[in-house]
T-cell receptor, first 109, second 113 residues
Framework: QKEVEQNSGPLSVPEGAIASLNCTYS??????FFWYRQYSGKSPELIMF????GDKEDGRFTAQLNKASQYVSLLIRDSQPSDSATYLC?????????FGAGTILRVKS | EAGVVQSPRYKIIEKKQPVAFWCNPI?????LYWYLQNLGQGPELLIR????????DSQLPKDRFSAERLKGVDSTLKIQPAELGDSAVYLC???????????FGPGTRLTVL
């Protein structure tokens, strides 16, 4: 079973700061990586996906992938209180997603 | 566009009772997933359907869990009999065949007493 590891947090950042969320995965052959956001009591929603080494930017969000280190990260710039949620990292294993346990992010105003 | 619909949203039952969850995926999405999410954990796949066919049910506890997707649209997940450890959120998701983006429904929160 492929594994995806995340620090459970909570990660607390002040409003306007950069939040950095990290994820490591066990299968060196993994090709596709996803970040989902899950508000308390709600279902996960996809924020970004990344396939290639390097950075991928979408608005305030940047995903970073380093396959050699088996490491994926999500940066949230200008963090807002509305970004407070659990962020789930997922890795594609065949045709299914393997999720990490998630990191709780708290943005304090 | 309507999202993934699930019902009921909440269910409380006593152990050893049966329970069923229903899911209607996004129109045109032929791939349907059932996930289990325990508190403080990420979703774990129970079963994946491509149209009517269950193509990955390796994580489904078949002694008490069953699922069906008649006509390749709606799906039902059943537990019989339920155990205390089955208390969790059951999520349904759908995607296009081969698509990377999975859209999740609101989930059913099951409490087994």
């Amino acid at each position: 079973q492929k594994e995806v590891e995340q620090n459970s947090g909570p990660l607390s950042v002040p409003e306007g700061a950069i939040a950095s969320l990290n994820c490591t995965y066990s299968d060196r052959g993994s090709q596709s990586f996803f970040w989902y956001r899950q508000y308390s009591g709600k279902s996960p929603e996809l924020i970004m996906f990344i396939y290639s080494n390097g950075d991928k930017e979408d608005g305030r969000f940047t995903a970073q992938l380093n396959k050699a280190s088996q490491y994926v990260s999500l940066l949230i710039r200008d963090s807002q209180p509305s970004d407070s949620a659990t962020y789930l990292c997922a890795v594609k294993d065949g045709n299914k997603l393997v999720f990490g346990a998630g990191t709780i992010l708290r943005v304090k105003s | 566009e309507a999202g993934v619909v699930q019902s009921p949203r909440y269910k409380i039952i006593e152990k050893k009772q049966p329970v069923a969850f229903w899911c209607n995926p996004i129109s045109g999405h032929n791939t349907l997933y059932w996930y289990l999410q325990n508190l403080g954990q990420g979703p774990e796949l129970l079963i994946r359907y491509e149209n009517e066919e269950a193509v990955d049910d390796s994580q489904l506890p078949k002694d008490r869990f069953s699922a069906e997707r008649l006509k390749g649209v709606d799906s039902t997940l059943k537990i019989q009999p339920a155990e205390l450890g089955d208390s969790a959120v059951y999520l349904c998701a759908s995607s296009l065949v081969g698509g990377d983006e999975q859209f999740f429904g609101p989930g059913t929160r099951l409490t087994v007493l």
